[in-house]
């Protein structure tokens, strides 16, 4: 650079400095008031983070308008008082008929508030009550004073002593609200439950109070398995089907069953009773029809190919799998039902008899009647032969075989219980009890018996088995009863 040229940068150098220097003494004039203005500003600023603290930590605030350099603010005014209950909600109500009773539930969240007031229809029902929680932690209240059936009812539900209040909720109550019915008693007979087995008519029951199992055969349609152990409600909870004719059935220990086919015996596994399965064969030297036991020892009855000619044979079922025959018998007819009863075995069929069959293994043929009987009964003495006109005989020697009476006592089977004949009719569809009193030494008598007790049941009855003092019925239309028999 060359002189002239650094002493006009000097030159210029200079005014910068000098005008740098009028600047700054301009800014020092100034600088006061942009101070002041600025200690005003963040004055301004601490204010208003003073007042939002005091508004987030005060419960109820109010609010007032003021003015700065022309401009509206809005600034916190509190009042402190206190926690303010927040208002139940979501109030839900439903109507229902209970025991002949109308009653309104009422269900609600509780909020803040510990107790409540319960409105219906303006008019207060309770005062200052306490949240009843259910398990999902609402509150709950059933009113049921004075409600009508058909009847609609608004409901409100406040914070105790305030104005806060739910949601409004209105309910009808059903039209009709009867007592429920006792069940129908007749005498010493007391419907205790019912049940429908559909499409399904039974020809023998058997009742196991152990495994509180009740089993029902039908020729053409299989077995049907219903928990009994709820007298009130007895379930249908299993059925199987299967390729013979089943007359009957006989429950055995451990949840097995025997049951008649065309030309043997079906061992069937019932202890899951919703899915049986049969799980073995016991072969007959005929077509089996009919079976009763005692203990451990099985009686079956059968007929041939022909039905010209019955058997019947003792097995020893220790071993279910595998049954021991203790001994058969040929009779005159062929057997349809058998009932046993201290070794006497009594069967009807084309005719009637009872087998002495204390000893198996020699077991004697004893004729009753030519009769046609459908059921069997057993008191301590006597049997009774259930048909249009029932029959009793005193077998308290087999080969001897008194008749005491030959009654009209129109029954399709019949069991004796504390000293009665209790028995089902097709005739009115009823379950009839008679005292056995009435009905022995009565000779032949054409005089329709009058029962002690009869309930009617809803079609004509088809089988029945008798269980200490409950007595279990099935009907024509696939119904399944349980009747109460009262000291």
Known sequence: MTARGMCAGAAVALAIVIG???????????????????????????????????????????TSRTTTRGRSRTLPRTTPTGTTPIAPSNLSAFSECSAGSLRNRLTWTKGSAATFDVFRDNSKLTSGRACNADTSGRCRYTDAAGLKAGASYRYRVHAAGTSLSSNDRQVTAPSTCAPTPPPPTAGGLRLLGSTATPRFWSEDLRVDATSGLAVAANRLGGLRILDVS?????????????????????LLPGG???????????????????????????PF???????????STIYVGGANAAFTAGVLVALDASNIAAPRVLGSLAVPHSIHVAEVHNGVVATVGLASGVVDARNPA???????????????????????????????????NPAVRVLSSSVRLPASDIAVYAGDAV????QG?????????????????????????????????TSMALVGDLLYVTDQAGGFHVIELLP
Request: charged residues 25%.
């Open 429 to 461: 569809f009823q379950v009839w009890r008679t005292a056995l009193s009435r009905l022995r030494g009565r000779g032949f008598d054409r005089t329709l018996v009058t029962p002690d007790a009869k309930l009617e049941i809803p079609a004509r009855p």
């Open 423 to 426: 028995s089902i009719h097709t």
């Open 20 to 62: 740098g220097a009028d600047r700054t003494a301009a800014e020092l004039v100034e600088r006061p008031t942009r101070e002041t203005t600025l200690r005003t500003t963040s004055d301004r600023t601490a204010s208003t983070r003073a007042s939002d603290t005091d508004r987030r930590t005060t419960s109820r605030t109010t």
């Open 285 to 295: 030297p005929g077509r089996p029809l009919a079976l009763t036991g005692e203990g």
């Open 230 to 250: 709820q007298p009130a409600s007895p379930r249908e909870v299993g059925a199987i089907d299967l390729p013979g004719l089943e007359s009957d059935v006989w």
């Open 362 to 396: 020699a077991m004697t043929w004893h004729s009753l009647s030519t009769g046609t009987f459908f059921g069997i009964g057993f008191s301590d003495r006597e049997v009774l032969l259930a048909g249009g006109q029932s029959m009793m005989f005193d077998v308290t």
């Open 256 to 282: 097995y069953a025997y049951v008649p086919q065309v030309d043997h015996l079906a061992i069937v596994d019932l202890r899951a009773p919703s899915s049986p399965r049969v799980v073995g064969a016991v």
